[in-house]
């Protein structure tokens, strides 16, 4: 068939089909119009619009990025480009408002004196052009196809705004006041005339003013002036008030000296004490111990850190599924408001099944038996079964509630098999004692037995011993959780007696130490900030006794893996023998220092940190014989959901051997 002869085939097969198309239509239309019209125009109207091409296109021309990123998104003439019937009065009238829309939107930047054009642009009749183009390249058929995409594609209208900011409004002054009740607020600087309240106010006064979110010099924006208001009245009401407002603000913009002066006024309200716990919705624990466990301040006053640290505190008891607090500020006396707990009970027994993975210990699979109120004693219960690559360990330790003081007794007893050096160790472990944990500081005292048999050529003789005990640590991080400044300290010093054969004296002490110190700001865009630290470790262990004394290898040293010595396999630095056997120590000393970076990618902030690191640790019989084994590595920081990841490589001095070190979570 020629070309010619397809062609008119193709035009009679188009002819045929348009008419059927046409007499189903007309059909159609007629059923639709005995029916209902209305659904017929409605398709119409939706076969119009997804056919058709925008109704205009907008262009924003600036020198700014910024700036015309942000017209471009909030002109309300976006909202109006998909719309197919736009008429031209319409069109016009929107035009008319784009002017002060535009205005509108700079002055959210800080821009007050901009010149703005806005211009109309009639597109080029390219459809026309191009179909014609498109026939000599084509048969008929396809150039009509060819049109029909043309004027698809071609916009009907372009707006043009074109934008010359002026300069940028930047903060001539703030004037932050604080107002509030001066009657007397029982402060122990109150005179009797409200001075005390007036001081504490002029003092609060005195550190918004100094925090301000948008000092002088800085560049004026509406978020900035919400932002930094807000701000204000989040500082006001984490502490003494909770039910401050913001009475008034303003800010008065002078467009031609392209400055602003800002005020705001709040009104503190009254100040408020923490009043007595009302815990509600708990019915199978004793309420009273549970006030004990949260350990409410109270009658001092009211501080958001102090009330979520009281949930906190509820929260990880483990007693309560869901805990949440909320002081009554409807209560008549703010000096003795009470805080109300909604609280929803935990089961009275819990099984819980643990899947895990250290580089320490590999693969670990774990069971823990919870019942929080033991039959006829009233105490807590967590029991514990787990295995892994070094360990299988069976525990079980109860609990009290605490009393009045504070203090609450336990016990404890723990059988385990674990690789301890070059032998495989049976120990057993019995204590009891008392215990106290307050804001900052944790309290023990408690009497140990120990047992442990080694097993393996050339192990150490069984050995037991009886001991009394006592333990303090210091936390005094910004996080206990996730510190990034702050220090803490731990203590352990015990005194005991071997109880196999010369029954020989003994003492144990261990002491560790922790320090996060600032060493400057990173500037990460955006207004944000964050400080890069140093973070130095040290710890440090002895045991003196009598050389041939049988100290249980459980009260001895080793050291080395993911939270000690990096670059080392988990406790593989000790002392050895004769024979090259690898054992507990009687001493024991390490050291880490870890330079902490945030992490910025293509200028954006990020959740991640890098580090760079040197950890020493040593472990030997006699104080003369450490000697350092050294790792030094990097790592990466993620502040996860969950918690903070660690990841590091690090490389042994000594053993000559890279490893990679996976922890998650921080406790000290």
Not at 211 to 218: D, N, V
Not at 426 to 445: C, F, K, L, Q
Request: proline share 4%.
């Amino acid at each position: 068939m020629t070309l010619h002869n397809r062609a008119l085939a193709r035009r009679l097969a188009l002819l045929f089909l348009t008419t059927c198309l046409a007499l189903l239509a007309g059909c159609s239309l007629i059923a639709k119009n005995a029916a209902d019209t209305s659904g017929t125009d409605d398709a119409t109207a939706q076969t119009t619009a997804d056919a058709g091409a925008d109704a205009l296109a907008l262009e924003v021309q600036v020198g700014d990025d910024a700036i015309r990123d942000y017209l471009t998104r909030h002109l309300q003439l976006q909202r109006f480009r998909h719309l197919p019937d736009l008429q031209a009065h319409e069109l016009t009238r929107l035009l008319g408002l784009a002017d002060d829309n535009a205005r509108d939107l700079l002055a959210t930047l800080g821009y007050f004196s901009p010149d703005i054009t806005i211009e109309l642009r009639e597109p080029r009749a390219t459809a026309a052009a191009d179909a014609a183009d498109a026939a000599d390249a084509a048969d008929a058929a396809d150039a009509a196809d060819a049109a029909d995409a043309a004027k698809t594609d071609a916009p009907t209208r372009t707006v043009l705004v074109s934008v010359s900011p002026g300069p940028r409004t930047h903060i001539a002054s703030a004037d932050i006041t604080v107002t509030g009740d001066e009657r007397s607020d029982g402060t122990d600087d109150n005179d009797g005339a409200g001075n005390g309240n007036r001081s504490a106010l002029a003092r609060r006064q005195a550190q918004l003013q100094r925090g301000w979110g948008l000092p002088p010099g800085e560049p004026f924006t509406q978020g900035g002036w919400d932002a930094a208001k807000a701000q204000g009245l989040r500082q006001l009401q984490s502490r003494r008030y909770p039910t401050a407002r913001i009475a008034s603000s303003r800010a008065d913009v002078d467009a031609d000296s392209a400055q602003a002066h800002l005020q705001v006024r709040y009104d503190s309200g009254p100040a408020y004490r923490f009043g007595p716990l009302q815990i509600q919705g708990g019915e199978r624990y004793d309420t009273e111990g549970m006030r004990r466990i949260a350990r409410l301040p109270t009658g001092e006053d009211y501080t958001e850190t102090r009330l979520l640290d009281t949930q906190q505190r509820l929260a990880a008891s483990g007693y309560y599924d869901a805990v949440f607090l909320t002081l009554d500020t409807d209560h008549p006396d703010p000096q003795a408001a009470p805080v109300i707990a909604q609280v929803r009970d935990a089961p009275l027994q819990k099984a819980v099944f643990g899947v895990g993975l250290s580089t320490d210990s590999g693969a670990r699979l774990s069971l823990d038996h919870i019942h929080n109120r033991l039959p006829g004693l009233g105490w807590r219960a967590v029991s514990h079964a787990q295995t892994d690559n070094t360990r299988r360990r069976l525990a079980t330790d109860w609990t009290a509630l605490p009393g009045e003081d504070g203090w609450r007794w336990f016990t404890g007893v723990q059988l385990q098999r674990e690789a301890t050096g070059s032998f495989d160790v049976d120990s057993t472990r019995v204590r009891a004692g008392r215990t106290e944990s307050g804001d900052h500081i944790d309290r023990s005292y408690f009497v140990q037995h120990d047992t442990a048999k080694s097993r393996g050529d050339g192990a150490p003789p069984s050995s037991g011993a009886l001991s009394a005990n006592f333990g303090w640590t210091g936390r005094y991080f910004n996080n206990n959780t996730n510190p990034t400044r702050g220090w803490g300290l731990a203590a352990e010093l015990g005194a005991g007696t071997t109880l196999r054969a010369g029954r020989d004296p003994f003492l144990r002490a261990l002491l560790r130490w922790q320090s996060f110190i600032g060493l400057g700001r990173i500037e990460l865009g955006g207004n944000v900030r964050r400080n890069s630290r140093l973070s130095l470790r040290l710890e440090g262990g002895a045991v003196l006794a009598q050389d041939g004394a049988d100290i249980p290898v459980t009260q001895l040293f080793l050291t080395g893996g993911d939270t000690t010595v990096r670059g080392y396999s988990y406790r593989g630095i000790g002392a050895r023998d004769d024979a090259g056997k690898l054992f507990g120590g009687r001493y024991m000393a390490v050291g880490s220092m870890e330079w902490q970076r945030p992490v910025t990618v293509r200028g954006n902030r990020t959740d991640f940190e890098s580090a760079l690191f040197i950890d020493a640790g040593a472990v030997a019989d006699k104080a003369r014989e450490l000697n350092a084994r050294v790792g030094v590595g990097a790592g990466l920081r993620w502040r996860s959901p969950v918690g903070p990841l660690q990841a590091d490589l690090a490389y042994g001095l000594q053993s000559r051997q890279l490893r990679l070190h996976l922890r998650l979570g921080y406790t000290f």
